[in-house]
């Protein structure tokens, strides 16, 4: 009879998981006689029993008030300026926003995975996330242990010493070995090439202490000043290539950027005309491959065994302000990408409103977010990967370089604009965000051919962006305050990512 009853209970749970995490809530506080209360997840020692995604966190709102941008310049260094070492780099006990525990402490970083074995993707049924055959009186679906070792998250860039440290801490929380950052060369260098520049001496320090916190870097450069572009201001690469290549030999040569760094992705997303508004080069692979060479040229001439990536493309199809990805990582190869051995090929696998396991497609008229490959996780992934083996690149690695869902129903302003194309995003629930996370991460992770995968993002969702209902604030785990050091809230995520990466798995 107990046996049929476990069965059941497991059924159950693999059909309605939200409605058994509700049930079995509820039955608990009854036995005690209490009424229901919210149930608080934060990171316990390694001792205490595991978490599950039913873990619920309470939400509050937003600060909205804003009164200046959330980008700190900080204060002024001198070209000789050199970062004290630091007795709590990978302090995690700051006390910034709702009480957390100190992530317990981990082992030396290995090499970050890059060798993989040809893989052939297969279309699969839809799966649903392996659950455990527990006692009635558990909560089902314990969160996986997975290889931290591969595991990153983006924060913000351009901040002063104090909000970049707390920001590092908040990140150690996570228990993730890789951080991502992007270069924004045209805030780093508004005034030509200058290795003494303020801002870009600031930004040399921060990535020091990301160092003496123990955490790898990606760098991502992107958004050329508009000295090398014939004064446009928009958007984009620099009219002549070779100028990305002299920026980066700069900073190879001319600043200690170069030693903090791990990996570098070159430029962001180039089939979007948001990161590519030129008319130097076309708007295709093409185009791309001409900027890809000389960059990748000056990176090899500093170090042989720093690991490029190429861009992670946004997946999306053809409009007249952006290419199918598909497309264009084709067209990259057409012009030449298959001839780079020692590189790895970065992808952005978003999955919009669909669950990491579900696959295109099933379009349904009054929703925009299911009726293309690009809408959904694994397809994603799968494309990058046949593209790549039918390039002759079976043996090279997919690196994650952003990934991740949005939530805005708890954010207190209207959606994006326009609204009706973004109806997608109030879809998901912030506990649905950390349980598509959770198990993107376990997929992808499990696969011989991906290597280290970033998350987007920690701490976008500050008051200015929030206000100005930009997209980039629905994805991130924190609601920052204005100060960008506080967080008035946290989404569920935070709180159980590092009951994924608390040990060996």
Not at 96 to 104: A, H, N, S
Not at 170 to 184: C, D, M, S, T, Y
């Amino acid at each position: 009879m107990w046996d049929g009853v476990v069965a059941s209970l497991v059924m159950s749970i693999k059909r309605f998981p939200q409605l058994v995490m509700i049930l079995v809530s509820l039955a608990l506080t009854a036995c005690n006689g209490t009424p229901p209360r919210v149930i608080y997840v934060t990171p316990t020692p390694e001792t205490s029993p595991v978490p599950t995604l039913a873990g619920q966190v309470e939400q509050s709102q937003p600060t909205t008030d804003v009164t200046r941008a959330p980008l700190v310049v900080g204060p002024a260094v001198d070209a000789q300026y050199t970062l004290p070492p630091s007795p709590t780099a990978a302090a995690t006990d700051i006390p910034l926003g709702p009480p957390t525990e100190t992530v317990p402490p981990r082992g030396a970083l290995p090499t970050a995975g890059a060798t993989s074995t040809p893989v052939t993707p297969q279309p699969s049924a839809t799966s649903a996330p392996s659950t455990q055959a527990l006692p009635p009186t558990a909560i089902p679906t314990a969160i996986p242990l997975m290889d931290k070792t591969r595991m990153g998250i983006q924060l913000v860039t351009n901040l002063g010493r104090a909000e970049w440290d707390t920001s590092l801490s908040r990140a150690k929380e996570l228990g993730v070995e890789w951080i991502k950052v992007q270069l924004n060369w045209s805030f780093l260098q508004p005034n030509g090439m200058n290795p003494n520049e303020e801002r870009l001496k600031l930004f040399e320090i921060n990535l020091e202490t990301a160092k003496q916190f123990g955490f790898k870097v990606i760098l991502s450069v992107a958004k050329a000043p508009a000295w090398t572009r014939n004064g446009d201001q928009a958007s984009g690469p620099p009219s002549d290539p070779q100028s990305l290549a002299d920026f980066l030999s700069m900073i190879f040569t001319q600043t200690k950027i170069g030693s903090t760094l791990d990996a570098i992705e070159i430029w962001n997303e180039p089939n979007l005309g948001a990161e590519w508004n030129t008319d130097a080069y076309p708007f295709s692979g093409e185009g791309y491959m001409r900027l890809f060479g000389p960059a990748y040229g000056a990176i090899r001439g500093y170090s042989s065994s720093m690991v490029i990536i190429s861009a992670g493309l946004a997946p999306t199809g053809n409009t007249d302000r952006t290419r199918n990805d598909r497309e264009y990582l084709q067209e990259m190869y057409d012009a030449g990408l298959g001839n780079y051995r020692d590189i790895v090929i970065g992808a952005h696998p978003y999955g919009w409103a669909n669950s990491p396991d579900t696959r295109c497609c099933d379009p349904s008229l009054d929703r925009g977010w299911d009726d293309q490959p690009q809408f959904f996780f694994l397809d994603t992934l799968d494309d990058t990967r046949a593209t790549m083996n039918r390039n002759g690149h079976t043996d090279i690695p997919i690196w994650v370089t952003e990934f991740g869902w949005t939530v805005w129903g708890d954010l207190g302003v209207p959606l994006p604009d326009p609204p009706e194309n973004n109806l997608w995003m109030m879809e998901n629930s912030a506990q649905e965000q950390a349980n598509y996370t959770l198990r993107a991460f376990e997929i992808g992770l499990s696969r011989a051919d991906v290597g280290v995968m970033v998350l987007w993002n920690l701490n976008f969702a500050s008051p200015l962006p929030i206000q100005n209902r930009e997209e980039i604030a629905g994805y991130s785990l924190l609601i920052m305050a204005e100060d960008h050091t506080q967080f008035t809230s946290a989404r569920p995520l935070f709180y159980l990512l590092p009951f994924a990466t608390r040990g060996t798995p």
